[in-house]
């Protein structure tokens, strides 16, 4: 190999070296800037949610769920929780998608307890519904 050759190496080096900071320096600082190293990331909203009551209604014979909401201490916010309604707490796989409800609770203070109702699907007369949190959503108001 000739002086020529290792030049032609020591460029090629060195440019492998600079893109790989082109593409892998971004990536870095987003890393690096997106939170304190160990911080714990935010806690699920679906934490803050619980089912505390699932009755039929005797007149109507929906199934009703009654959901409670723990604020967070980070600040006031909107919760947007999917409430299922099933016959079984365990989920069979064979029975397709359970029934689900929408139930927002907007304005919900830091340390509060909010309750709303889920209205379900007409339930038959010979099972016990099932009620719980599908998914929860949490959003701080200004």
Known sequence: MGVSALKWQGWAVGLTVLAGLLVFAPLGLYVWASGEPGAA???????DVRVTGCRIDPGSRRVVATVEVSGRPEGT??????????EKADRDPAA???PQ????????????RERAEALGPIWPASTVPWCGVAAADFTTTP
């Open 41 to 47: 990331p935010p806690r699920p909203a679906v934490e």
């Open 77 to 86: 916010g909107a919760y947007v929780v999917t409430v299922e309604f099933r």
């Open 96 to 98: 397709g998608r359970s």
């Open 101 to 112: 409800a929408l139930v927002k609770l907007p304005n919900v203070a830091p340390t509060a």
